[in-house]
């Protein structure tokens, strides 16, 4: 059972590059999100997803895209990467909504864009 | 802009003591969790606290809740140095999205 796992762990991009980030969870989680983390700021939600199929805004969705096309997927696009990109990027999945279905997070992308 | 803050942000302790920090939020919540991240890892959950709840024990950690104050803390005790790492609250206003504060860095000096 290998949880909620992310590709790549480490990438260097140039500017105006293009990427995409794979999260892939095995636990049947209805939900997922993708976040950023920047030094002295926290976690900050770029997009998420409550089903195959969907997805909505979270509260840093410029210069990102996602898709759900598989339940166990959720992918993160950058279509043209700036250097304010540059983050630490985490996956997280949730089975369902509710107190009691907590959360799962990835290890983590490191991304570098110069 | 981020629902939770912090304080301190930075914390120094000698093992054996007790490491206290605490959470204020913005907007009315369902529950209230506190997560620990090692550096360069990933982030790993400690404690939930659900609305209606005032404390709530897990092991050595202490949370409490106070929702006419929009508040929360954490307390560590008898703190070991493998205690060393960020700590952050998250609020989950509908059960279903998290939003995080800047964390706190707790040091455990030997």
Known sequence: NAGVTQTPKFRVLKTGQSMT????????????????????MGLRLIHYSVGEGTTAKGEVPDGYNVSRLKKQNFLLGLESA?????SVYFCASKKQRGAGYGYTFGSGTRLTVV | S???????????????ENA???????????????????????LVHLILIRSNEREKHSGRLRVTLDTSKKSSSLLITAS???????????????????????????????
């Open chain 1, 82 to 86: 700036a250097p304010s990109q540059t």
């Open chain 2, 20 to 42: 206290t920090m605490n959470c204020s939020y913005k907007t009315s919540i369902n529950n209230l969790q506190w997560y620990r991240q090692n550096s360069g890892r990933g």
């Open chain 1, 21 to 40: 980030l794979l999260c892939a969870q095995d636990m049947n989680h209805e939900y997922m999100y993708w976040y950023r983390q920047d030094p002295g």
């Open chain 2, 80 to 110: 070991r140095a493998a205690d060393t790492a960020s700590y952050f609250c998250a609020t989950d206003a509908l059960d279903y999205k998290l939003s995080f504060g800047a964390g706190t860095t707790v040091t455990v000096r030997a």
């Open chain 2, 2 to 16: 981020q629902q939770g803050e912090e304080d301190p942000q930075a914390l120094s302790i000698q093992e054996g």
